[in-house]
């Protein structure tokens, strides 16, 4: 069994920061790439930032240049570092983990159950 935790969610004024953790816990052979998703109320959840194991990231327009995603692959956890919030970034925000499990043959995709980010502005 696998579940992904996030935290470090919360409220802050615009052009403030934020730092998001997530981590993949249970029984995992690997996790081949972590992310973030958000979903603002009434919208459809949408792609944030993701990193592969190898390091490639992939980052949505709305956020390239404002935040980061790392990942420490030995302890298959992922952080978002969120700087210059502004209002339209207020969100849930969700982890998600692609991990191969013990057996080193299934793979899945597992999510958290999300964490709010607030931006007043």
């Known amino acids: 069994q696998v579940r992904v ?4 969610g919360g409220l802050v004024q615009a052009g403030g920061s934020l730092r ?14 972590m992310g973030w998703y958000r979903q603002a109320t009434g919208k459809q959840r949408e792609l944030v930032a993701t990193k592969s194991r190898s390091g ?11 935040f980061t995603i790392s990942t420490d692959n030995a302890k298959n956890t992922a952080f978002l570092q969120m700087n ?7 969100a849930i925000y969700f982890c998600n983990a692609v991990c191969t499990i ?13 964490t709010q980010v607030a931006v007043s502005s």
Do not use: H, M, P
Request: hydrophobic share 30%.
């Open 5 to 8: 935790v996030e935290s470090g």
């Open 20 to 33: 998001l953790s997530c981590a993949a816990i249970g029984s995992i052979f690997r996790c081949n790439a």
């Open 56 to 66: 490639t990231t992939n980052y949505a327009d709305s956020v390239r240049d404002r």
């Open 84 to 90: 210059s919030l502004k209002s339209e970034d207020t």
């Open 102 to 114: 013990r057996d080193g043959i299934v793979t899945n995709t597992y999510w958290g159950q999300g």
